[in-house]
């Protein structure tokens, strides 16, 4: 096995890791955390089936269309639950509903479901993007630290986890078309980095499920 | 085979920039929607603060006037009892000291008259705690027989004008305006050096409207939210769920206004 296949390998122990810890808490875990379970759970399944695809030498990629319409839904669902009062709920299921359906053009039209949706996967890094770092004024906010102070720890751990990622994803997936043309190994040199920045977010998410109130 | 050089500045960076530009209106447009949220959430706070502080304010008054009922039926039934007692017994030992020996009946005579001025100061301080017209016969009476004493001193002349039927109130609201008449009575003849005292109750459905008006000075400048007697209004007003308006006539004098909502 090769260098960079251990790196990819290793990125899924910390996938595995938080799933497990959020299936084996999830019932004695806050709202917000519940919701971000199941996008946990969504991308634990996702990830592994994919992996299995991947030892038999299959094209996963159908599995990455679904993901990134399913993650972003269950990303709708935790931000709409955390912002829930201070954004109106219509704005954030109107975002959602617009990327599925965007998301549904691209696959069927634009990047088939064999194919690298990275149009749609970028669109999606960019809405991730604005709600964590519009995450990080609302954390700021007294009113919020009053109203859900026990909770907000944890919160800006998995929200700096979606954050690096997804800022990350923004460069290699939008890089990523035009570094394929140039050259394979610096292709395999972005992946790496994006397992990279995968296992960072998933390190994330454990440690906000690990640092959440307790009381 | 193509290099990197080759990436030109507006093919590589210009959508980048994009999307660094339409991530920042993102945020602003979020942050914008945020803060005027943000009052509304202040301001539903700020509310449930209050109505908080207006149902301990209420808790309050409502549990210090059971607490100076139960003081009052205490004096007079119990303490009262017992001096009446005293004094049956003191004539009784003063009659007999008249047949026997007589220089008993002085002394007797003084003991006596101490446990009548006693008894008096009882049935006085247990009627200011509790007036016990309020609770037999209402408001009305009550307001009637305070008004019937003060005029009979003949330093100032009250006039009620009462109406409304007053039957079926809440004890705490009969005894919640009683209170507060008595509060603004009490800074008239206190402050205000007035020959007069106007007090009519309205009742418009489930509205009762209080009007308070005296001849006197009126409040002075910047002294409409001063004063222990002007708060106790204030929070009495405020406990029973009502609005207080008060303020100088242009006439002269201090008049105020008090509207409860009755409930149904």
Known sequence: MSFSETIILLSHVPVLLTVVYAALHYSKLPRELKVFSWFIFLSGVIQFTSLAFWFVSKNNMPLLHIYVAAGFLCLAWFYNTLLNGFIDARIIWSIAILFLLFTTINSLFIQPVHTFNSIALTVEAILIVILALFTYRFFLSDIVKETSGRNISSLNWINSGLFIYYSSSILIFYFGAVITAFSRSLNLYTWIFHSFFSIVMYTCFFIGLWKRSKT | ?264
């Not at chain 2, 006039?159 to 209170?179: I, K, Q, S, T, Y």
């Open chain 2, 1 to 264: 085979m193509e290099t990197i050089k080759d990436l030109s500045f507006l093919n590589a960076l210009l959508p980048l920039a994009v999307i660094v530009f339409i991530i920042g209106i993102g945020v602003v447009f979020l942050n914008l929607h945020f803060q005027k949220n943000l009052s509304v959430q202040k301001l539903r706070q700020e509310a449930l603060k209050s109505s908080y502080q207006q149902d301990l304010l209420r808790s309050n008054i409502h549990a210090q006037e059971e607490e100076r009922k139960r003081i009052a039926q205490d004096l007079h039934d119990e303490l009262g009892a017992v001096m009446s007692i005293m004094r049956m017994h003191l004539m009784v030992l003063e009659q007999q000291s008249a047949d026997g020996t007589k220089q008993l009946q002085a002394p007797l005579q003084y003991v006596r008259q101490l446990s009548e001025t006693a008894l008096a100061s009882v049935r006085s301080i247990s009627h200011r705690l509790m007036p016990p017209q309020l609770e037999s016969f209402g408001l009305k009476a009550a307001l009637e027989s305070v008004t019937e004493q003060i005029n009979r001193a003949g330093e100032i002349k009250i006039e009620l004008g009462c109406e409304a039927p007053m039957d079926g109130l809440h004890w705490l609201v009969n005894l919640g305006l009683f209170r507060i008449i008595m509060e603004m009575i009490n800074n008239t003849l206190k402050h205000a050096g007035a020959r007069s005292i106007r007090v009519d109750l309205f009742r418009h459905g489930q509205e009762l409207v209080c009007y308070y008006t005296d001849d006197g000075r009126g409040l002075s400048d910047g002294n409409t939210s001063k004063g222990l007697g002007l708060k106790s209004i204030e929070g009495r007003v405020n406990s029973l769920g009502g609005k207080l308006e008060m303020g100088n006539q242009e006439s002269g004098g201090y008049y105020a206004i008090v509207r409860l909502t009755l409930p149904a």
